[in-house]
């Protein structure tokens, strides 16, 4: 069964500064990996995904992710944080033969001005 | 329109009576999925439909939930004699037939926020 662990219930970050949000997971099989933001009373909205090849993927609004597959790790980064980045920020893998997400616990980021 | 919506946005309803929880996915979209996201449970898959195939019902909790996709569209979650742990906001997601090359994103809808009293 596959896993996906966000270590911080909440990170906290000074406008303008860089961010880093955790993402480590657990699979038997290729991993494909997800990053979804969640603003308050909406939907998820996609960010950007891992599937193969380079192990840094850019996605919108100017975030991207760092995949390591020896740290079984897929962080995701933004390097000037914007008070507006303010959100629950959740990470997900699917398996190669899956069809549905296993979503991480999520992290609330506060960006501060 | 152009994402997904479902309807009703909040439910209120009484421990033992039966809702039902509707979907509408972007069009074009033949896979839909099912979540529920609860404050203790975080976010769980419930269902997955593909086309034509039989639906992926691995993460239905109970007997009690059930869901349909009429025509390929439109789908509805429906949960018989609820219970307060059902408590949760039901997310709805779609996304184009689930490629093991491209791996296709879901898009989610706003979901139901379903409270039982």
């Known amino acids: 069964a596959q896993s996906v662990a966000q270590p911080e219930d909440q990170v906290n970050v000074a406008e303008g500064n860089p961010l880093t949000v955790k993402c480590t997971y657990s699979?038997?099989?290729?991993?494909?990996l997800f990053w979804y933001v969640q603003y308050p009373n909406r939907g998820l909205q996609f960010l950007l995904k891992y599937i193969t090849g380079d192990n840094l993927v850019k996605g919108s609004y100017g975030f991207e992710a760092e995949f390591n597959k020896s740290q079984t790790s897929f962080h995701l980064k933004k390097p000037s944080a914007l008070v507006s980045d303010s959100a629950l920020y959740f990470c997900?893998?699917?398996?190669?033969?899956?069809?549905?997400?296993?979503f991480g616990g999520g992290t609330r980021l506060m960006v501060k001005p | 329109g152009a994402g997904v919506s479902q309807s009703p946005s909040n439910k209120v309803t009484e421990k033992g009576k039966d809702v039902e929880l509707r979907c509408d996915p972007i069009?074009?979209?033949?896979?839909l999925y099912w979540y529920r996201q609860s404050l203790g449970q975080g976010l769980e898959f419930l269902i997955y439909f593909q086309g034509n195939s039989a639906p992926d019902k691995s993460g239905l909790p109970s007997d009690r939930f059930s869901a349909e996709r009429t025509g390929g569209s439109v789908s509805t979650l429906t949960i018989q004699r609820t219970q307060q742990e059902d408590s949760a906001v039901y997310l709805c997601?779609?996304?184009?037939?689930?490629?093991?090359?491209?791996?296709?994103?879901?898009?989610f809808g706003p979901g139901t926020r379903l409270t039982v009293l």
């Open positions: 997601a779609s996304s184009f037939r689930h490629d093991r090359i491209t791996h296709s994103p879901q898009f």
């Open positions: 997900a893998v699917r398996v190669d033969a899956g069809n549905m997400l296993t």
């Open positions: 069009s074009g979209h033949t896979a």
């Open positions: 699979v038997s099989g290729n991993p494909y």
